[in-house]
């Protein structure tokens, strides 16, 4: 519960909403979220990622049709690469400076871990919006190209993707003033 009180006061974006969803359909289920709930229970928690949205079962809410085959080989690739990255905070810094020139850029990292780790990440958050209603189909396809094929192939789909995003694709909306 500990963690999870954390990421509902402290964290932001997705891991804020995780908890703070858990603790909701804590306390609807009639239990009492300001209580120990899983003190000496066979509750674990999560190696890698956020006690939240592991108990709202963000991967369950994320997986709909017609990709639930997709997702699922997405989550075993999201768990081997999440079993390579050094725990380090360093590197998670490079993380999200290289994940930023790629989306926004087209600029592909040197370090293939770091390559794997943003399209793992990139696909994750397409898989969300599908669920969230939004038309993403060709990078969902693109995505699928990428993690299904190897040589050419791949580095043609890691291109297209990298030109997308040099037509603004990924880019965050501008305001319009």
């Known amino acids: 519960m500990d963690a999870l009180y954390d990421e509902a006061v402290f964290s932001t974006g997705m891991v804020r909403w995780g908890a703070r969803t858990a603790l909701v359909m804590l306390a609807d289920l009639g239990l009492d979220p300001t209580k120990p709930l899983f003190a000496g229970g066979e509750m674990k928690v999560p190696e890698f990622g956020s006690v939240g949205l592991h108990l709202i079962d963000i991967d369950e809410m994320m997986t709909k049709a017609p990709y639930e085959e ?57 898989l969300m919006d599908h669920a969230c209603g939004r038309d993403v189909g060709d990078l969902m396809a693109l995505f699928d190209a990428i993690s299904q094929n190897t040589g050419a192939e791949r580095e043609a789909a890691i291109a297209r993707m990298q030109q997308m995003a040099r037509d603004g694709r990924f880019s965050p909306p501008q305001d319009a003033a």
Not at 81 to 95: S, T
Not at 103 to 109: D, K, L, N, S
């Open 70 to 126: 997709q997702a699922q080989r997405l989550f075993a690739r999201r768990t081997k690469v999440r079993e390579q990255i050094p725990r380090e905070r360093r590197w998670f810094e490079r993380l999200d400076e290289a994940t930023e020139l790629f989306q926004y850029a087209g600029e592909r990292p040197d370090d293939e871990l770091v390559l794997e780790a943003i399209l793992v990440s990139g696909e994750v958050s397409t």
